[in-house]
């Protein structure tokens, strides 16, 4: 089984650690990308929050060649 990461910004994402979510703090779109960029491997599931999967959205080569599943927090 893979493991969860959560990207975004700190008050939003920092409890999820707590879960047991890898926690990839990005408080602007740069650092979404590089986040994203950096996923350690085993991470098959993203929970972003809205800002990040905008940053994501904004910018297709982000992605790269890794596609893990990813769902997004209401805002």
Do not use: F, K, Y
């Amino acid at each position: 089984m893979g493991r969860v990461a959560a990207l975004g910004e700190r008050a939003r994402v920092a409890g999820l650690a707590l879960a047991g979510a890898v926690v990839l703090l990005a408080d602007d779109p740069d650092a979404v990308r590089r986040a994203w960029r950096t996923l350690p491997d085993g991470i098959d599931l993203v929970i972003l929050t809205s800002a990040a999967a905008e940053a994501l959205n904004s910018d297709s080569a982000a992605h790269g060649g890794r596609r893990p599943l990813t769902a997004v927090m209401p805002p």
